[in-house]
Nanobody, 118 residues
């Protein structure tokens, strides 16, 4: 089992920045990839960014160039640096992990609210 705990959400003005953190514990050795998802009211949950190992990353088109995912394996942490935030970035953000490329995302955090508002 893997436990994930997010932190760092909050209220920010458009154009501002936030950094989300995800602390992983438990069977860390079993993790193949980690990702950040978000879910806005009335919308489906979407994958925002993913990371495999420490350097292979991918991003949703809507956040490319603004968000950066990173991983500190020594601290069992994953981060999401969010810059140039827009109103449409408002959502609950979830940290997730999976054990292999073909498996579903099977470990989830509780979520942290990010609100972008003037």
């Amino acid at each position: 089992q893997v436990q994930l705990v997010e932190s760092g959400g909050g209220l920010v003005q458009p154009g501002g920045s936030l950094r989300l953190s995800c602390a992983a514990s438990g069977s860390i050795f079993s993790i193949y990839a980690m990702g950040w998802f978000r879910q806005a009211p009335g919308k489906q949950r979407e994958l925002v960014a993913g990371i495999i190992g420490g350097s292979s990353t991918s991003y949703a088109d809507s956040v490319k160039g603004r968000f950066t995912i990173s991983r500190d394996n020594a601290k069992n942490m994953v981060y999401l640096q969010m810059n140039s935030l827009k109103l449409e970035d408002t959502a609950v953000y979830y940290c997730a992990a999976k054990r292999s490329l073909l498996q579903p995302w099977d470990y989830w955090g509780q979520g942290t609210q990010v609100t972008v508002s003037s």
